[in-house]
């Protein structure tokens, strides 16, 4: 797995979220930074079934000349490196293939406050 790391430090939300301060990770499984290219990654504070959350959100585009199903799987740490859980996303739903060149948002929430994570990380995978 080939990974790329980005360290966002004060982070803001879309649109009046309440923005918070979180390190990103980027991993990428077997080279597929070839295929999908992620950006305007935000997390903000939310509620998630009534409790303290994080949503993360962004835009997935599918770099390749093929159709692509991307899921990007996110994984919240504290600041101890314990799992506090993890969440996935599909840009167009597991059961739509992104198109060459097509640019889908996702968001995927956890229920977690956002002050016990310390990082998360998102892993790409496209088949």
């Known amino acids: 797995m080939s990974g790329t790391t980005i360290a966002l ?12 301060e ?11 930074d070839e295929y999908v ?12 079934n009534g409790s303290e959350g994080v949503a993360v959100s962004g835009v ?12 990007l799987v996110m994984t919240f740490v504290d600041s101890e490196g314990t799992t ?3 969440t996935s996303a599909f840009p167009k739903g597991s059961t739509s293939p992104n198109d060459p060149g097509e640019a889908a948002e996702f968001e995927a929430a ?7 994570i310390a990082e998360y990380t998102i892993e790409v995978r496209a088949t």
């Not at 430090?9 to 918070?20: E, I, R, Y």
Request: proline content about 2%; some cysteine; charged content about 25%.
């Open 110 to 116: 956890i229920a977690e406050s956002p002050e016990n």
């Open 22 to 32: 979180i390190e990103q990770n980027i991993e990428y499984a077997a080279e597929q």
């Open 9 to 20: 430090a004060g982070c803001s939300g879309n649109g009046g979220g309440d923005g918070v």
């Open 60 to 71: 997935a585009e599918n770099t390749s000349d093929n159709t692509a199903f991307i899921e």
């Open 37 to 48: 290219e992620l950006s305007d990654i935000t997390e903000e504070a939310t509620q998630v």
């Open 84 to 86: 506090l859980g993890e």
